[in-house]
């Protein structure tokens, strides 16, 4: 077992995976991640690594020719090189949303690169993690999408839900497989014609949203349970090559574990005094972020008397109601080093929602340290994690 302290850049990484040139075509490029499956791609000129696309690069901005040279459109590259900790090379991952990274020497030449799937390999060998369960890190109460619906309405959840992947569920609500955005981009495409050849909203953004779930879903459904340890759900992830596993109890869905999980947990071991806060489902109004941030920080510092913050993922949903108002649904989740916490609350004031949920999140800590408080004043459970650590100590030593 390894500790993950110990783990830097290159003992994760793939050698040099596909790269383009910034004199390539967005057509070109475009053309070569369908064809090797590739979701992110670096830009290499000279041997060194110049930018960065992404699918989402060339969904975000429609707008485009399809003779546009990459140099155009690309992003600034993610710096990270050989020698960086696996926990930074996470926290770049988590802040960025990119699924993968090329890894870089001092001199900026590319040498490989990291992919969340690179990083589920190694988590069987992480010492801090062989104890650790599913349910503590897997997203409880999913959403999910019933297999005679249409994938128009399962792409629009991922968006609005900010996830790439959903349950299928029948009728009765028993899991019956899972859909995602590659397989609807991949088995539902609409043709693009001349005039729209200038418009990148064609095959890649607009597949027919008529098709139901049923005929593009993956069946049947890749399961865990909750009470699975992280590392063979890892394992079972990287054998079966997928990114997201449905925790089940009997027929009854509990919760979803994803690669994008696994990002979030090896951040939380980040060496720093402050809490890694994300916002997502917001855009634009930076007065909105700034005020949120103002939010959870006073309440964090309350929370920072109990518990040792981690990590604090926010996610905003709107929603249209009689075509004029839109009510707001604010979903927290808190990695601390007391476990994992979720809220949700939902109210026609963002603002008001992002209180409630804070409030909410407040009340269960300061709930479970009281209970806990009371707990080990107890002399039966005193005796009870007396042998506990007894047996502990026996086991290792075996």
């Keep these: 077992m390894t500790h993950i302290r110990d783990i830097k850049a290159k003992d994760v990484m793939s050698g040099k995976?596909?790269?383009?040139?910034?004199?390539e075509t967005i057509s070109d490029v475009i053309g070569m991640m369908r064809e090797h499956n590739l979701e992110e791609l670096p830009v290499v000129e000279d041997e060194e690594v110049v930018g960065f696309v992404s699918d989402?690069?060339?969904i975000d901005r429609r707008n485009l020719s399809f003779s546009t040279k990459i140099r155009h459109v690309m992003n600034p590259p993610p710096e990270v090189n050989l020698e960086d900790s696996l926990v930074r090379v996470c926290e770049m991952l988590l802040s960025s949303g990119y699924r993968g990274v090329p890894v870089t020497s001092e001199s900026g030449e590319y040498e490989g690169f990291i992919s969340r799937k690179d990083i589920s390999r190694i988590i069987p060998s992480i010492e801090e993690l062989k104890k650790t369960m599913v349910k503590d890190h897997m997203t409880p109460d999913?959403?999910?999408i019933r297999n005679d619906e249409h994938v128009g309405k399962a792409k629009a959840m991922m968006e609005r839900y900010d996830v790439r992947v959903l349950p299928v569920v029948d009728?009765?609500?028993i899991l019956i497989g899972m859909v995602g955005i590659q397989d609807i981009l991949d088995k539902v495409k609409r043709p693009i014609d001349r005039e729209e050849k200038g418009n990148m909203s064609g095959e890649i953004d607009s597949p027919r949203s008529d098709v139901e779930v049923d005929s593009v879903m993956s069946e049947p459904s890749i399961t865990t349970t909750p009470n699975t340890m992280i590392y063979d759900?890892?394992?079972?992830m990287n054998e079966e090559d997928i990114s997201t596993l449905v925790a089940i109890d009997g027929d009854e869905i509990k919760g979803v574990f994803t690669q994008f999980d696994l990002i979030e947990m090896i951040t939380s071991f980040r060496e720093t005094d402050q809490v890694f806060v994300q916002i997502s489902g917001l855009k634009g109004n930076h007065e909105v972020y700034d005020q949120m941030y103002d939010d959870i920080q006073r309440s964090l510092s309350k929370m920072n008397k109990v518990l040792n913050p981690l990590v604090l993922n926010v996610h905003v949903v709107s929603h249209q109601e009689g075509g004029t108002q839109t009510k707001y649904s604010v979903r927290l989740r808190f990695s601390t080093d007391y476990g994992m916490y979720y809220a949700k609350e939902v109210d026609w004031n963002m603002m008001k929602a992002m209180d409630k949920a804070l409030d909410s999140l407040e009340k269960r800590i300061f709930e479970d340290k009281e209970k806990k408080l009371q707990r080990n004043r107890d002399p039966k459970y005193q005796a009870f994690m007396s042998r506990k650590k007894r047996l502990d100590l026996e086991s290792e030593k075996d």
């Design 17 to 23: 995976l596909r790269y383009t040139k910034p004199d």
């Design 56 to 58: 989402n690069t060339f």
């Design 142 to 144: 999913p959403e999910t």
């Design 171 to 173: 009728k009765h609500g």
């Design 233 to 236: 759900a890892a394992e079972k």
